[in-house]
């Protein structure tokens, strides 16, 4: 079965810093997905990547795919408090089904 | 408004029970994924129709069923609900080659 991993789980950072969330996975796939998760809400469409070296930015967030590597980053730059979220990335398999990952809670601290 | 409609937003029943989530997809999508969100498995791949069919199937239990219909809505069955099948349950629709919108979830919770 197709595995997603995210590092780290759980991140608390201060306002202004750097960071970058990890995901890897366990088979080929060229297209890979970030979302967002505020508490008890639902899952929104942050990127999508569809080709290895694809990169995508909005505001602060950005993200690559290294489909050779099977790795995807999501680069935070200078964060501000309204970034404090869970973020998952997803693995699309043959079009059935997402495989998500277990979701990094960020948490960032003024 | 993300275009995928799910009702009800809050289901509080208890155990033994069966309910019913309903899911409409965003205009012109034909296909509904569901997905079961808990603290302890994360999101849980359930079931995949496309256009009336089932395509996939993920770890859903014979306790839970699903249909889409010919208007393209989708039920998710629940039946003999136990404290463990409280979570939130998302279902999802996307057109070809981009990513999931996902419906806003039904909350359940199994007393």
């Known amino acids: 079965e197709l595995k997603v991993e995210q590092n780290p789980l759980f991140l608390s950072m201060q306002e202004g810093k750097n960071y970058t969330i990890y995901c890897n996975y366990s088979t080929t796939s060229d297209r890979l997905y970030w979302y967002r998760q505020d508490p008890g809400k639902s899952l929104e469409s942050l990127f999508v990547l569809l080709s290895n070296g694809a990169v995508k930015q909005e505001g602060r967030l950005m993200a690559s795919l290294d489909t050779k590597a099977r790795l995807s980053t999501l680069h935070i730059t200078a964060a501000v408090h309204d970034l404090s979220a869970t973020y998952f990335c997803a693995v699309d398999k043959a079009g059935n089904q997402f495989y998500f990952g277990t979701g990094t809670s960020l948490t960032v601290i003024p | 408004d993300s275009g995928v409609t799910q009702t009800p937003k809050h289901l509080i029943t208890a155990t033994g029970q069966r309910v019913t989530l309903r899911c409409s997809p965003r205009?012109?999508?034909?296909?509904v994924y569901w997905y079961q969100q808990s603290l302890d498995q994360g999101l849980q791949f359930l079931i995949h129709y496309y256009n009336g069919e089932e395509r996939a199937k993920g770890n859903i239990l014979e306790r839970f069923s699903a249909q889409q219909f010919p208007d393209l809505h989708s039920e998710l069955n629940l039946s003999s609900l136990e404290l463990g099948d409280s979570a939130l349950y998302f279902c999802a629709s996307r057109p070809p080659r981009y990513g999931y919108t996902f419906g806003s979830g039904t909350r359940l919770t199994v007393v």
């Open positions: 205009s012109g999508d034909l296909s």
